[in-house]
Nanobody, 124 residues
């Protein structure tokens, strides 16, 4: 079974930047990032469509976050800048390994694979 491994999380001051990486052990199709803050539900952050490279972002990160992928490396990246304390969360990589389609990419139901998560902490 394909596995996802995230990296790149850490502690950063407000206004700083981080780049998260997610490497898949096999082929994947649509990929995305979600996050979960303490006491809150998991929420969509960004996604990239395999077929055309279209990207999708939640409103709170638009303009300061870029999702990208390297199909040759089966990897997806999340470049975040102008970080805010409200961005503090565990960030999860998600992937569709079956090319199922059918669900909107911001929905967690669009993905069948999840990484273990990487902690991002933004200090004020």
């Amino acid at each position: 079974q394909v596995q996802l491994v995230e990296s790149g999380g850490g502690l950063v001051q407000a206004g700083g930047s981080l780049r998260l990486s997610c490497a898949a052990s096999g082929r994947t199709f649509n990929m995305g990032w979600f996050r979960q803050a303490p006491g809150k539900e998991r929420e969509f952050v960004a996604a990239i469509r395999y077929s055309d490279g279209n990207t999708y972002y939640t409103d709170s990160v638009k303009g300061r976050t870029t999702i990208s992928r390297d199909n040759a490396k089966n990897s997806v990246y999340l470049q975040m800048s102008s970080l805010k304390p409200g961005d503090t969360a565990v960030y999860y990589c998600a992937a569709d390994s079956q090319n199922r389609g059918g669900s909107s990419l911001p929905s967690p139901h669009a993905y069948d694979l999840w990484g273990q998560g990487t902690q991002v902490t933004v200090s004020s």
